[in-house]
């Protein structure tokens, strides 16, 4: 009985190492540059809707947002209001980091 609960917990553990290995490869495969968002900076500048590239490089760029929040030099444009509202159109949440 023993021997198949150490088994299972094996299993589980694998699992568990191969899901979080998963999300760590997508993470990298993102290219966190700020300045692939150029595409958005009419739209946050005039607080326009955003235009279809503007809202694909906005959700390519959503992992890398937490960082672009901790940078103290980036931060101000994160949390400008016409970013939110970019942000809010194209359906990227502002994260909490």
Known sequence: MKKVVSVRAVCLFIAAMAA???VARVAEAVNC?????N???GAISSSSN???TCCSKLQEQKPCLCGYLR???LRPYVNAP???YVASKCGVP???C
């Open 82 to 84: 016409g970013a939110k």
């Open 39 to 41: 595409s958005c900076a």
């Open 33 to 37: 540059n700020p300045l692939e968002l």
């Open 71 to 73: 940078d103290p030099s």
């Open 94 to 96: 502002i994260p909490n």
């Open 50 to 52: 955003p235009s279809r």
């Open 20 to 22: 979080l290995l998963s």
